[in-house]
């Protein structure tokens, strides 16, 4: 069993960062490959950010240039720094993490950009 908790998620203003930052935790990990997703109200979870176990990074165009993300394997971390955020970056974002081929989600953490 992985457990992955994500933090970081708060209220900012549009133009402002935020970090967000995961772990994960288990008695034999081996992870591959980390990413983060958001879920605005009544959307679709979409991919905002993956990185492989080989530092390749994914980001789509909508976070590309704003968005950076960023893991530490000796911590089982992987962080999200978002820059420039707008108000349509709002949403719910989740940790997912590949262990032996397997996907683990977070509980998420909520995100909120005012204009």
């Known amino acids: 069993q992985v457990n992955v908790v994500e933090s970081g998620g708060g209220l900012v203003q549009a133009g402002g960062s935020l970090q967000l930052s995961c772990i994960a935790s288990?008695?034999?990990?081996?992870?591959?490959?980390m990413g983060w997703y958001r879920q605005g109200e009544g959307q679709q979870r979409e991919l905002v950010a993956h990185i492989s176990d080989s530092l390749k990074t994914e980001y789509p165009n909508s976070v590309k240039g704003r968005f950076i993300i960023s893991r530490d394997d000796a911590k089982n971390m992987v962080y999200l720094r978002m820059n420039n955020l707008k108000p349509e970056d709002t949403g719910a974002y989740y940790c997912k993490v590949v262990s032996w081929g397997r996907p683990y989600w977070g509980q998420g953490t909520q995100v909120t950009v005012s204009s």
């Open positions: 288990g008695r034999t990990l081996k992870i591959s490959d």
